[in-house]
């Protein structure tokens, strides 16, 4: 297979295209060796990419040294934590559009042979993903890791161990504490680098790359701040110049990501999300992933995975278990050994290292007697307690692994964590194209719910009402107009969620929303509502006092409106201002221009291909 870059490294027509890779720094000896395109992610807005640029240089080194040309470049990130809250989280998802395209820009403009994709938080892991699978060349993924938990200390001198941004986020809602309680929070909940701790977006897309099996072992969770990350960057820079060599070299299209991210193996990595109750972001991100692959794997496909799969993991925030006690359990491959064992899996799948599952299972499970001694001591893996946004602070390791799959951070398939799967879609009357709901974060006593409805047409009017006690217990809070075209961007809403357990309401109401919720919320939080408002969806109809009726087991959603009721609502309404939000937002040409194309959320919020080609005139 002929490189793709060769049709510029070689004939006098590009001399001229050569003289500027020897101007960048190419040396023309290593020309005709495969063009390795460093996509990072870093900026220092984002404490999950603080620190990728100090991972760009150790990559593109090792890819040098490897045998290859690096060629680093930079994409944006949106800090969900710090856009949220205000108009800035608008951005956020419309960012993922923006990502792949500047990786497809970027790689298809110099005519790139590989990629090696340095992501981490919330839209820049899916947007690199979607691009992978458009772009279809030798790509191998690797995340800046996660950040420890952290230990704050209140200052009458409570310890309060392992806690995380959301804690903080509870604690600026709760009146009984102190601006001192709340500040020691604020300076010590998020202590190192990396993503959010926790089994939040962020993480939960990092243990989905490498489900699906284009991130290598531990890739979702060991730690940024841990020695093992530096050489997790450093395989990975040599397996993206392995695999370029094998499909340019030997014709060997098993390693491209199309071969790799088949509907099986969507279905694997879907399963293991499930498994794991992943971020409800995560399935956003996937159908969007689907899309970009050609791959038919759909909302009914996530609804039929998540009925039979328990939920085995039950990490922060909706369990006990920091994101290092599932690496001290065996990470992903812990997880994807106990779903094997179960027969959840598809076996006929392979990865970027390895030619099957079972191949990788033998050396990564650490439940089996062939687990490797390497894969063994990476897992005990261990935080390092030292406070500092540097990678790679320290080689702590835990005594011993976590091999206990009764009662451990990983459970095996006959002692669940929760019975059933950790995500759910629900149907009915007020979501027809469906609903998405965490169900592992939602206490068993609301798993079925029945209240009146208060209706809110923006985050910032839901903040308002939870803040000032409107909302009561026994309400169902609608979030609408939030949507993906409605917002525009399909804001994410963490603080309508801590807000509500901040007041101490959290298990008495419930919120519904067709935006998103963070992978940090917890509760009764269904988001994700298809249609949404912005395009007629029956959310659009609801209004104050009418009956909200949630059944998670049965995976039902309904306002208690008959058919001929909601029709009368709606020739109102159309008759009226129409499908529009009644508040005071601007909204950008930027925004606007997202929203022109945007799809609901049952479709990953993508942009719509069909109307594309139809405006473009381009098929």
């Not at 009146?175 to 939960?204: H, I, Q, Y």
């Amino acid at each position: 297979m002929e490189m793709r870059s060769a049709k510029i490294m070689n004939g006098r027509m590009f001399a001229g295209a050569r003289a500027l890779y020897r101007a960048a720094g190419v040396d023309s000896k290593d020309f005709g060796k495969p063009i390795v395109a460093i996509a990072n992610s870093f900026d220092e807005f984002v404490p999950g990419h603080v620190h990728l640029n100090k991972v760009g240089r150790l990559v593109s080194e090792a890819v040098k040294k490897a045998g290859g040309i690096p060629r680093e470049f930079n994409t944006m990130a949106v800090d969900d934590g710090i856009a949220m809250g205000h108009t800035g989280m608008l951005y956020s998802l419309p960012s993922r559009e923006i990502i792949a395209d500047t990786v497809e820009y970027q790689v298809n403009a110099h005519c790139a042979d590989a990629l090696i994709c340095i992501s981490n938080c919330d839209k820049i892991t899916p947007g690199m993903l979607m691009a992978a699978l458009r772009l279809n060349i030798p790509t191998v993924f690797v995340s800046g890791g996660p950040m420890e938990a952290g230990t704050t200390v209140l200052p009458d001198g409570t310890v309060k161990e392992n806690t995380d941004l959301i804690d903080v986020m509870y604690a600026s809602a709760d009146d009984s504490m102190s601006d001192d309680d709340l500040l020691a929070f604020e300076r010590t909940v998020c202590p190192t680098c990396g993503s959010c701790a926790g089994m939040f977006t962020a993480n939960s897309m990092n243990c989905l790359t490498e489900a699906i099996g284009l991130a290598l072992p531990g890739n979702g969770t060991v730690l940024a701040s841990h020695g093992y990350r530096k050489q997790l960057f450093e395989r990975a820079a040599q397996q993206v110049v392995k695999i370029a060599n094998q499909y340019y070299q030997h014709d060997d299209e098993s390693v491209l990501p199309r071969s790799i991210a088949t509907k099986h193996a969507f279905e694997n990595a879907m399963t293991m999300d499930v498994a794991m109750g992943g971020s409800t972001n995560t399935v956003l991100h996937i159908l969007a992933m689907a899309q970009s692959a050609d791959v038919d794997f759909t909302l009914n496909d996530i609804e039929r995975i998540s009925h039979t799969v328990p939920c085995i993991c039950k990490a922060s925030p909706s369990g006990e278990w920091e994101i290092s006690d599932v690496h001290r359990a065996g990470g992903i491959t812990g997880i994807l050994g106990e779903l094997d064992r179960a027969g959840k899996l598809h076996r006929d799948v392979h990865s970027i290292d390895y030619p099957s599952l079972e191949a990788k299972l033998d050396e990564w499970d650490i439940m089996r007697d062939s687990c490797t001694e390497y894969a063994k001591d990476f897992y005990r893996a261990a935080p390092g307690h030292i406070v500092s946004p540097e990678p790679w602070t320290h080689e702590t390791k835990f005594d011993s692994l976590d091999t206990d799959r009764v009662n451990g951070a990983i459970h095996d398939i006959d002692h669940p964590a929760v019975t059933e799967g950790g995500l759910a879609v629900l149907r009915g009357n007020l979501a027809p194209d469906g609903a998405v709901v965490k169900t592992a974060g939602v206490p068993k006593e609301i798993w079925k719910f029945r209240g009146p409805a208060l209706v809110v047409e923006s985050q910032e009017q839901a903040v308002e009402v939870i803040l000032n006690d409107t909302l009561k217990p026994g309400q169902a809070l609608i979030i609408r107009y939030e949507g993906p075209k409605g917002g525009p961007g399909m804001q994410e809403m963490l603080y309508p969620t801590s807000f509500v357990k901040g007041k101490g309401i959290g298990k008495d109401v419930a919120l519904i929303t067709d935006g998103r919720y963070s992978g940090g919320s917890s509760g009764l939080s269904i988001g994700h509502v298809a249609p949404e408002a912005a395009s007629g969806g029956n959310i659009a109809l609801v209004e104050n006092g009418d009956i909200i009726t949630i059944d998670i087991p049965n995976r039902t959603i309904n306002v208690e409106l008959t058919d001929e009721e909601l029709a009368e609502r709606r020739a109102k309404l159309e008759a009226g201002d129409g499908y529009v939000a009644h508040r005071d937002r601007k909204v950008s040409q930027a925004l606007k221009a997202f929203a022109a194309f945007a799809r609901s959320a049952d479709k990953g919020a993508t942009r719509d291909p069909e109307l594309i080609d139809r405006l473009s005139g381009l098929a």
